[in-house]
């Protein structure tokens, strides 16, 4: 019997469920379902700002920003991301795998073995009083499997939360329920966060999902968070998956895109609300059954990319000494000339333009610098920006940790004996699902009146 994560939502029946049928068409095993019109973003050519997908869905480029801050080990510079916007589903990005061969393997290692074993975090297990999710991963290790049986005790394990921890019977986060979260994963969504726009940003919750070749998640929304404002990041790890977006209902015809390992989906903006479901994990071929992508290459030399990142005008959020290489020019990394991208379909310009949707997040400024590199859509922010010393204030914990984020990546993608790992990802799919729940500047749930 397939796994399937339940969490939908129930809405106006009077609409059309557009949602639902093409979950199911996708969820079949027999017969095999069509997906000659799931977008394969990996196929697109970068050289236009329009694209048509199979689904007849426009795509366009995504421009990144260099955000200032000391990159996260194990990621490719901000310039080199490929990164996606849809022009019916506003606020949806899709970054395609930004990490360096070899460097996932930090992240399946602390979603596998790390966050699960921390009594600090809760599991579908320790949930109902069954601590032996504390020991799966090493037992596992122990018993030298070639394969994942499906009998194997690790197959029990479905969910980890971190940080806040979300209730999944009232559908709430609670001040009594909370862990310290991992300053990795905030590290991560923080950097990204930055380079997209949004600013500030604090990962404050996170929900690490265990998918199988046989597992579903169906459709549901995100909506338990006070702040709905700040993005939600989906990462990707292991086998690929066909991911389902629709709108704020089930009314909305979806789309489906192939998400492989590394790939990352942000939800912001009017799609920050919408449903969306994973209706199946794809078997690899028999001749590649890991992504090449958590294969070290020789030449690969286990230290913080290079990338060189000075001040940004926007802010002085990394105040520390950068090493440059030789070829280094001294400027911020241009990642695009556009301030706005509009896109259109070929018909009306006045009501098939795509505008960069951004929410309600702020963007730190400096009126008496000009911008460099990439700003998105900066006159519609001009009003909504963030002072250095609120930019300063807001990085701190990134600014203190990120050294010590960045030696660990590196000393863990180095020493790791990652045979287990993939015996685990041949079958399977992690995805690291990160949020903010607070407003800005909130400390606590206690605030709420």
């Not at 602390?110 to 799966?136: A, E, H, I, K």
């Amino acid at each position: 019997m397939s796994q399937q994560i339940v969490a939908s939502e129930s809405e106006d029946c009077n609409e059309p469920d557009l949602f639902t049928p093409e979950f199911k068409r996708l969820k079949a095993k027999k017969p095999f379902p069509d997906l000659s019109e799931v977008t394969n973003l990996d196929r697109l050519p970068l050289t236009s700002l329009c694209i048509s997908s199979p689904a007849n869905k426009a795509i366009s480029q995504y421009p990144v920003r260099s955000c200032g801050l000391k990159p996260v080990a194990g990621l490719k510079p901000c310039e080199e991301w490929k990164c996606f916007q849809f022009l019916q589903f506003p606020g949806f990005v899709v970054i395609r795998n930004p990490f360096l061969d070899g460097y996932q393997r930090y992240w399946v290692y602390q979603c596998l073995q790390s966050f699960p074993s921390d009594r600090d975090n809760v599991t579908n297990m320790s949930v109902l009083g069954d601590n032996s999710c504390r020991y799966l991963w090493q037992e596992f290790v122990q018993k030298e499997s070639c394969t994942l049986d499906k009998q194997d005790p690790l197959r029990k394990l479905r969910w980890t939360t971190l940080g806040y921890h979300y209730n999944w019977t009232t559908k709430e986060y609670s001040e009594d329920s909370k862990a310290p979260f991992p300053p990795d994963v905030n590290c991560l969504s923080q950097y990204l966060a930055a380079c997209l726009g949004y600013v500030p940003y604090q990962a404050e919750a996170a929900i690490v999902n265990y998918y199988h070749l046989d597992s579903t998640l169906a459709g549901h929304t995100d909506h338990s968070e006070i702040d709905q404002s700040a993005p939600l990041f989906s990462i990707s790890f292991g086998q690929t998956a066909i991911f389902q977006l629709g709108g704020k209902t089930k009314s909305v015809a979806p789309i489906s895109i192939f998400l492989e390992s590394g790939d990352i989906c942000v939800m912001s903006g009017e799609c920050r609300l919408a449903y969306h479901a994973v209706p199946k994990i794809l078997t690899p071929s028999p001749e590649k059954t890991i992504p090449s992508c958590f294969q070290i290459p020789d030449t690969t030399h286990h230290a913080i990319c290079d990338c060189t990142i000075h001040n940004t005008a926007g802010c002085n959020l990394y105040t520390d000494s950068v090493m440059t290489d030789s070829h280094s020019t001294g400027v911020i990394p241009s990642c695009g000339n556009v301030d706005e991208i509009r896109i259109t379909t070929g018909s009306s310009s006045s009501d098939s333009s795509l505008e960069n949707e951004h929410s309600p997040q702020k963007h730190c400024s400096d009126s008496t610098a000009p911008h460099v590199g990439t700003e998105i859509t900066t006159a519609t922010l001009n009003n909504n920006s963030l002072s250095n010393m609120e930019c300063l204030q807001y990085f701190q914990g990134y600014n203190s940790n990120i050294d010590k984020v960045n030696f660990r990546i590196e000393e863990v993608v180095t020493n790791l004996d990652f045979r287990p790992f993939e015996v685990y990802l041949r079958e399977s799919r992690i995805n690291l699902n990160v949020r903010q729940v607070l407003p800005p500047g909130w400390t606590n749930l206690q605030n709420i009146v």
